[in-house]
């Protein structure tokens, strides 16, 4: 074996090392997937209703407390989210530190979404797909054009850029999304590639926000997308209310690492 191999190999192994020892510590195992349907939402809870255009971008201020549910109602699409702390917008959504700190880039109901100052923005209190990527990143205007004939359509980057403006923020403030309904998977060798059976028509996932947010969404294809048109569907959106969180609520207890967040998010005072 070579030096550069045996050192990939003991990189390896260490990597498993701490895995194991990470995982070791999840008191509890993370359920299915939420059934498609999807789970009623009661009607007094429904703060508002919004359909994202295919190609189209909407910005919300969400609560803790509230939650949202993004739902392919009107067929598959992907969206894209970013997020900031409404206290501080230079706290922000970290992807990088999502996956890393929860040895994971399987983003499913009881996993959660890490700030980069290692609070919780975001649990994911249910999810039909399991099938959503923060490795990859969103659309821009080079990877529609390489794609797209017509062009020039709209794309992840470009709206992620208005939406901040119209923020009050700039382009440096915009982090790397997380795209849901995005079933992105990693073959052997590391190279990406897309699992079109991941996603359905009646998906939904239900994200409760842990601190006073500022929240972006994206609907337009995803890079990897192989469908050679343009045609991104409607997606519904719906601000409710969400349930309290009980003592042994999934998310806040799934895995040590959240349980750490939640730390610090009520040393924040969130």
């Not at 550069?4 to 195992?29: D, F, V």
């Given at each position: 074996?070579?030096?550069?191999?045996?050192?990939?190999?003991?990189?390896?192994?260490?990597?498993?090392?701490?895995?194991?020892?990470?995982?070791?510590?999840?008191?509890?195992?993370?359920?299915?997937p939420s059934p498609r349907g999807p789970v009623p939402l009661d009607q007094g809870a429904i703060l508002h209703?919004?359909?994202?255009?295919?190609?189209?971008?909407?910005?919300?201020?969400?609560?803790?407390?509230?939650?949202?549910?993004?739902?392919?109602?009107?067929?598959?699409?992907?969206?894209?989210?970013?997020?900031?702390?409404?206290?501080?917008?230079?706290?922000?959504?970290?992807?990088?530190?999502?996956?890393?700190?929860?040895?994971?880039?399987?983003?499913?109901?009881?996993?959660?979404?890490?700030?980069?100052?290692?609070?919780?923005?975001?649990?994911?209190?249910?999810?039909?797909?399991?099938?959503?990527?923060?490795?990859?990143?969103?659309?821009?205007?080079?990877?529609?054009?390489?794609?797209?004939?017509?062009?020039?359509?709209?794309?992840?980057?470009?709206?992620?850029v208005l939406a901040a403006l119209k923020s009050g923020l700039e382009r440096r403030d915009i982090p790397a999304?997380?795209?849901?309904?995005?079933?992105?998977?990693?073959?052997?060798?590391?190279?990406?590639?897309?699992?079109?059976?991941?996603?359905?028509?009646?998906?939904?996932?239900?994200?409760?926000?842990?601190?006073?947010?500022?929240?972006?969404?994206?609907?337009?294809?995803?890079?990897?997308?192989?469908?050679?048109?343009?045609?991104?569907?409607?997606?519904?959106?719906?601000?409710?209310?969400?349930?309290?969180?009980?003592?042994?609520?999934?998310?806040?207890?799934?895995?040590?690492?959240?349980?750490?967040?939640?730390?610090?998010?009520?040393?924040?005072?969130?």
């Amino acid at each position: 074996m070579s030096d550069e191999a045996s050192q990939i190999a003991e990189n390896r192994r260490r990597y498993e090392e701490l895995k194991r020892a990470g995982q070791g510590h999840a008191p509890r195992t993370l359920p299915g997937p939420s059934p498609r349907g999807p789970v009623p939402l009661d009607q007094g809870a429904i703060l508002h209703r919004e359909t994202i255009p295919g190609g189209w971008y909407w910005t919300t201020a969400l609560k803790a407390g509230e939650a949202i549910r993004l739902g392919l109602d009107h067929g598959p699409s992907s969206v894209a989210l970013v997020a900031w702390s409404a206290a501080d917008t230079s706290e922000r959504l970290n992807t990088a530190d999502t996956v890393k700190v929860q040895w994971t880039a399987a983003l499913t109901k009881g996993r959660v979404l890490f700030s980069d100052m290692g609070r919780v923005m975001l649990s994911i209190i249910e999810d039909s797909c399991g099938a959503h990527d923060a490795l990859t990143g969103g659309s821009n205007a080079a990877s529609n054009g390489a794609r797209y004939a017509g062009g020039p359509h709209r794309n992840t980057r470009d709206n992620l850029v208005l939406a901040a403006l119209k923020s009050g923020l700039e382009r440096r403030d915009i982090p790397a999304c997380i795209a849901f309904f995005a079933p992105v998977i990693v073959g052997p060798e590391g190279r990406f590639a897309w699992n079109a059976a991941g996603r359905r028509a009646g998906d939904f996932v239900d994200l409760r926000a842990e601190m006073d947010l500022i929240v972006t969404l994206s609907n337009c294809p995803h890079p990897l997308d192989p469908a050679p048109d343009y045609a991104p569907n409607p997606v519904a959106v719906t601000r409710f209310q969400a349930s309290p969180p009980a003592a042994d609520d999934l998310c806040r207890t799934a895995t040590i690492e959240a349980v750490r967040g939640f730390e610090n998010n009520a040393a924040a005072g969130f």
